[in-house]
């Protein structure tokens, strides 16, 4: 018997971020407690972990309170593409802010360092440009994305307050735009629409002209940043922007996707959906500095694997 280096809970954790973290977890040798109430995910994401008897898995609702013994908290929990968070935005809302309230009680209670995986929607459509974690943001706080933007703002500010009034110790990081095996097919996301529509020969679907920019990371880049912030000391709390600096047009990214799939399906436009940030890029000195992390992968090496995934799972 091996004792484990400790117990993680992954809310979120079948997710495509979450289901990449337990299994990183369950290698770094953790006992992993993965909750999910498998609203924007899949069983199928953490099936190949179910033998693992350091594996846990627990349906449940993080909008609920929940009573476990853990040491670590990752708490990913909430839809986090537009077509998922928008389809019921008042649930999103909860998510994010009753969910963090049950999380830090939780962590209150137990004493576990807790993370929350925040975005670079807390920034807005960004008005400094490439967005450092002192920039307070540029988000309309009734418009169709503010439900994430905004919740996830609340959550970031129950985190802070909870580590100022309760001595919680926290770390918040904000993601930026992530890919990778195991996106769902049809989360709506550029990257998985566009590897979907181009092995199906269908017409990548850009919004606009395709000139606004995202910074695209890969999967295992985003988790090693993870478990680095993860094992900082108590006084780093972030926030910390985790993303690749790489930054992308769509028409770029579209082009990319054409070239390595071979697909003959073309393009198509669409009109831009309201309040889509027009550029998006993060700084990422403070990861740098302060975890001696960055990415390492390329965004055409990370697409290939990408459009692997999707070729062995939809055919
Ligand atoms: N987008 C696109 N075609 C698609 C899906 C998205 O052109 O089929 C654009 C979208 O308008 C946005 C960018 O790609 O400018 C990234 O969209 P995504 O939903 O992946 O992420 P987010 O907007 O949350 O960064």
Known sequence: MTIAKGRALVTGGSGFIGSHLCERLLNDGYDVLCVDNYYSSTKDNIAHLLDNPRFEVMRHDVTFPLYVEVDEIYHLACPASPIHYQRDPVQTTKTAVHGSINMLGLAKRTGAKILLTSTSEVYGDPLVHPQTEDYWGNVNPIGPRACYDEGKRAAETLFFDYNRQ??????????????????????????SNFVVSALNNQPLTVYGEGQQTRSFCYIDDLIEGLISMMATGDDVTGPINLGNPGEFTIAQLAELVIEQTGTTGGVSYFPLPQDDPVRRQPDITRAKATLGWEPTVPLAEGLTRTIEFFRSTLS
Do not use: A, E, S
Request: glycine content about 8%; hydrophobic content about 35%; proline content about 8%.
């Open 166 to 191: 309760h001595n919680l110790k926290i770390k918040v990081v904000r993601l930026f735009n992530t890919y990778g095996p195991r996106m769902h097919p049809y989360d709506g996301r550029v990257v």
